[in-house]
């Protein structure tokens, strides 16, 4: 039986040791197509809908409160007295009365997702840059947040307030409706978006 010199022996060695280094290297390098599989997807793009949450409009009247989310709507309804769809609430008023929600041509067949609606329920949270108005008695009322906009509607009267007599398109007294945190500041912005929303009125 014949034994390998030392120096043979050494270059066997050797030459396993690439072999393992080699099957080691080739196990740990992942080929093009699995690291494309691997990798992390990016985002996509969420599209933000429009929650027509910035706005609200109420006229009470021979103790029906009508309530628009569309402005062409709320105007066309203080020119002509009536809107063509609505969707009606009897005696669901703070004070029995009837509620009348109008509706545009695109919500009227809709069961849910009704802006007006859901903003008088609470369901839909209100923008940050909220505007409201409300015309009662001969007054128009305008509001920045519709908590402000809620309480009116219940109590009847706004605890803080900025009067300006005879400053609506017919000649109202518009009552800009204010809260513990601005009711020390004239309501600059709130007057300014009033007049751009009345201008033609």
């Known amino acids: 039986m014949k034994f390998a010199s030392p120096s043979t022996r050494l270059i066997l060695a050797a030459s ?9 290297s080739n196990e740990s390098m992942p080929s093009n197509a699995e690291s494309q599989s691997n990798a992390v997807a990016e985002p996509k793009t969420v599209v933000a809908v429009d929650a027509n949450n910035d706005e609200l409009y109420e006229v009470h009247h021979d103790g029906r409160i009508y309530i628009f989310d569309d ?3 709320y105007q066309n ?7 063509p769809y609505i969707l009606a609430r009897i ?6 009365e009837t509620i009348k929600f109008g509706l545009t041509s695109k919500d009227k067949k809709k069961q849910s997702g009704i802006a007006s609606v859901d903003l008088y329920d609470g369901k839909l949270a209100p923008a940050e840059n909220f505007y409201g108005e409300m015309r009662s008695e001969g007054r128009i009322y305008v509001f920045s947040t519709l908590q402000d906009m809620n309480d009116v ?6 605890s803080y307030r900025f009067t300006d007599i005879g400053a609506g398109p017919k000649g109202e007294t ?4 204010l809260n513990k945190s ?6 600059v912005a709130l007057m300014e978006a009033f007049k751009k929303r009345n201008s033609q009125g």
């Open 16 to 24: 396993l040791f690439s072999a393992l280094i080699g099957c080691a």
């Open 71 to 73: 402005y062409t709507l």
């Open 77 to 83: 309804f203080n020119k002509l007295g009536h809107t």
């Open 91 to 96: 005696g669901a008023g703070p004070k029995g």
């Open 153 to 158: 509607r219940k109590i009847g009267e706004a």
């Open 174 to 177: 518009v009552v800009y409706v």
């Open 182 to 187: 601005n009711k020390k500041k004239k309501p």
